[in-house]
């Protein structure tokens, strides 16, 4: 479909963060993705790219669709996957990250995913181990596969992504998916905005290539792409925001706020959705609504990831 | 809430007044016309002939400026309306010539919520006499920890938002506050004393309290506060008002703030600026204030402050205690005092003492509260509420508690005498008090 395509493809060991990918590695995953999404779309799934290696999945944070979408992916794609459940793990003895790295290295996986709840702490395991690592999301640093379903959500929707005004709502601060969004959508070219109370942008939002707003109606104004994020409970009791009632009230998407966006705008959101908190749940339902979409992106991206990667594991 | 719901019966028509507007610093002969509760119309044309089928009050050349905007009043309604309610507090505004009373969120239950905004609302719209604004709690409670419902509460009709008597000590909260009320472009008055600097101590540290034996508060229980303060301003951007300084270097920091063009105003109450801590004298608890009184230096700097425009604004700092926790050793009494109907009459002190114009000392209590909360009187203007007072800058009086319409008595100007009474307040084109001579009003 694209040039890029044909010149440029994903040739990374790791895949840990959106920050350096550039537009041709981004198109090559999403032109594997289009395919994975048509063979996830037939009878038999199975196919045999990574039969004989082995994935495994350690969540630190629990995690209940990235942690299925990737065991999913890699079990389509033949691989043997491995849930690594962090409660009845060695971590809550005691052992350090660096120690549980060394001992799943000793076990030979080819690769491993993994998400935990400090930023940088996927970095600091991928340098400790001999296989592949893909960040499952680190702290409110990155979640790259999260980025690269939404390109590929808005890609199919709207054919495009350049030159898109894409608005990213919620609680910015804290998160990775808007971070990573943020990298993605501004290396295909999209406009990114992000709307929260000042409480929740972090500062220099900007110099990450992202336009600020703190009024919802404004930021909502002509958009494409009206992304809700999730505001986690314990923030949302006055310290950050005073409840979830005023929350709703200037940062929930309703009928009113989204009839600013464009007619045509697709809502999305990264899941798991506090309906009437920061969507409301009519909307979350709305005939625009890609959400669920979202999830099918989900599988497809991850098992392109695993595949451009089985490519480069030795011995391929 | 404004008073506007009954419009006034005639319009009204006054002659031969000394027109004192501090908004654009005109002091001048002159008439003025109030119709349907707004100035309809005002000037020198208007200094001998009124037009026909209207009301006249002769003024008898007496000043006729804006009513008066009071933006720190405690009440104690709801919950403890045996020190006051927004009725009393109302009619004690008029007679001091205080048109718009801003009413603190110090009360039980704190005013934290919406709800809790339209009852204020509501209860000044069916009992007071003059304009009442609520001021709401920014956090819940008054305790200092979770930011209360901002937005909601000021499309309620909160003016602003405060943290009451208590300074916010921690930091992450105040900066939050600041921060997110900045969306909303929402004042944050805040009482500028570290508790844990203030805690135990019942006036200003020195001598007077090393004489009299009680433990002291330093000036730097203020400014360490204040100074906190400006800098979550610079970080944040938000706007914010200190309510009630009383030291010279809390000035200081003011003036560096407002050099640097950050969004800081200040207020200072008439108490600190009429009064010393040698006035508490022989332990009179109606002089135990919160902030304390401070040394004479403090006073005239604080007069100064307001002539030079550094302080924004005055305030009565109004606060009923009744005689119960007031009747008590010193250390052991409660803070604060009545000031709502000797407000004028005391700031006039610094007037006849030559220490400030009357047009500075005005300004600080009508145009530039007016401006700070975003109301439209304050001002004599053609279209502006008809909130005007007519005042006697000489007549002398003597402050008589038993004569107070305030429902509690802690005066610290009881058996002062004053020079200078309002005549006549209006509200809204209605009139809400008249002056009578003592005891026949």
């Not at chain 1, 923030?235 to 464009?262: I, N, W």
């Not at chain 2, 400030?356 to 600080?364: E, S, T, V």
């Amino acid at each position: 479909m694209t040039s890029s395509f044909v010149n440029a493809s994903f040739t990374r060991r790791h895949l840990l963060t959106c920050e350096e990918l550039k537009a041709g590695e981004i198109n090559a995953l999403l032109e594997l993705a289009d395919k994975a999404v048509e063979s996830n779309r037939q009878v038999i799934k199975k196919r045999d790219i990574l039969r004989g290696r082995t994935l495994i999945n350690l969540f630190f944070e629990a995690s209940t669709r990235t942690q299925s979408s990737f065991e999913l992916a890699g079990k389509r794609l033949g691989a043997d996957v491995m849930n690594m459940n962090v409660s009845n793990s060695s971590v809550s003895k005691g052992e350090t990250l660096i120690d549980t790295a060394m001992t799943l290295n000793a076990m030979r996986p080819d690769i491993l995913v993994v998400r935990h709840h400090a930023a940088g702490a996927v970095e600091l395991l991928a340098q400790k181990v001999d296989c592949s690592v893909i960040n499952a999301g680190d702290g409110a640093h990155q979640h790259p596969t999260q980025a690269l379903l939404d390109a590929l959500t808005i890609r199919r929707a709207k054919g495009r992504i350049a030159g898109l005004t894409v608005a990213i709502c919620g609680d910015i601060m804290h998160s990775r998916v808007a971070r990573s969004n943020i990298n993605v959508l501004n290396t295909l070219g999209a406009r990114v905005r992000v709307v929260a109370p000042s409480t929740l942008l972090p500062p220099q939002a900007e110099r990450l290539g992202a336009e600020p707003y703190t009024d919802m109606m404004k930021g909502l104004e002509g958009a494409d792409i009206v992304m809700m994020l999730r505001l986690q409970k314990e923030r949302m009791q006055g310290s950050f925001v005073p409840s979830t009632r005023e929350y709703f009230h200037f940062f929930g998407l309703d009928h009113e706020k989204l009839a600013r966006a464009k007619p045509d705008a697709l809502i999305m959101h990264p899941g798991p959705m506090n309906r009437g908190v920061e969507i409301a749940s009519t909307i979350a339902d709305h005939s625009r609504s890609v959400i669920r979409d979202q999830v099918e992106m989900g599988v497809a991206v991850r098992m392109a990831v695993l595949e451009a990667m089985a490519r480069l594991l030795p011995n391929h | 809430m404004r008073k506007n719901e009954n419009p006034p019966a005639e319009a009204t028509a006054f002659l031969n007044a000394r027109l004192v507007d501090p908004a654009s610093g005109k002091d001048e002969p002159g008439g003025l016309l109030v119709k349907d509760g707004v100035i309809a119309d005002l000037g020198g044309h208007l200094r001998r002939n009124a037009p026909e089928q209207v009301r006249v009050v002769d003024c008898k050349g007496h000043v006729l400026c804006p009513g008066l905007i009071d933006m720190q009043v405690f009440t104690g309604e709801p919950g403890q309306e045996h020190r006051e309610t927004l009725k009393t507090a109302s009619h004690a505004a008029a007679a001091g010539g205080v048109t718009t009373i801003v009413v603190m969120p110090d009360t039980e239950p704190v005013i934290d919520q919406v709800a809790l905004v339209d009852f204020i609302q509501r209860r000044s719209r069916d009992n007071a006499v003059v304009n009442v604004h609520a001021m709401a709690a920014m956090t819940r409670g008054l305790k200092g920890q979770e930011m209360t419902e901002i937005g909601l509460l000021q499309r309620a009709g909160a003016i602003a938002f405060t943290n009451g008597k208590a300074s916010v000590a921690n930091t992450r909260v105040m900066r939050n506050v600041l921060l997110y009320a900045k969306d909303f472009g929402a004042l944050i008055c805040h009482h500028t004393e570290d508790p844990y600097l203030t805690e135990g101590a019942v006036m200003n540290a020195g001598e007077v309290a090393t004489r009299l034996g009680l433990p002291g508060v330093p000036t730097a229980a203020e400014t360490v506060m204040l100074e906190r303060d400006v800098r979550l301003v610079e970080l944040t951007g938000g706007r914010y008002h200190a309510t009630t300084l009383s030291c010279s270097e809390s000035l200081a920091v003011i003036r560096a703030a407002k050099a640097r063009k950050l969004p800081v105003t200040c207020g200072v109450s008439v108490n600190h600026l009429t009064l010393n801590e040698n006035d508490i004298g022989s332990y009179r608890t109606f002089l135990r204030l919160r902030p304390p009184l401070r040394a004479e230096d403090d006073r005239t700097a604080m007069v100064r402050g307001l002539a030079s425009g550094d302080i924004d604004v005055i305030v009565s700092s109004h606060d009923p205690q009744d005689a119960d926790v007031k009747r008590h050793p010193f250390a052991e009494a409660a803070d604060g005092a009545i000031g709502l109907e000797t407000l004028l009459a005391a700031a006039l002190r610094l007037v006849h003492s030559g220490e400030i114009g009357l047009l500075p000392l005005l300004k600080a209590m009508t145009i530039n509260p007016a401006r700070l909360l975003g109301l439209p009187s304050g001002r004599l203007e053609k279209g502006a509420p008809a909130d005007l007072i007519l005042v006697d800058l000489g007549l002398p009086w003597v402050v008589d508690k038993a004569l107070l319409r305030a429902r509690s008595k802690n005066s610290p100007f009881d058996e002062s005498k004053m020079q200078g009474r309002v005549l006549t307040t209006m509200v809204a084109g209605n009139t809400v008090y008249q002056y009578a001579p003592a005891g026949r009003e």
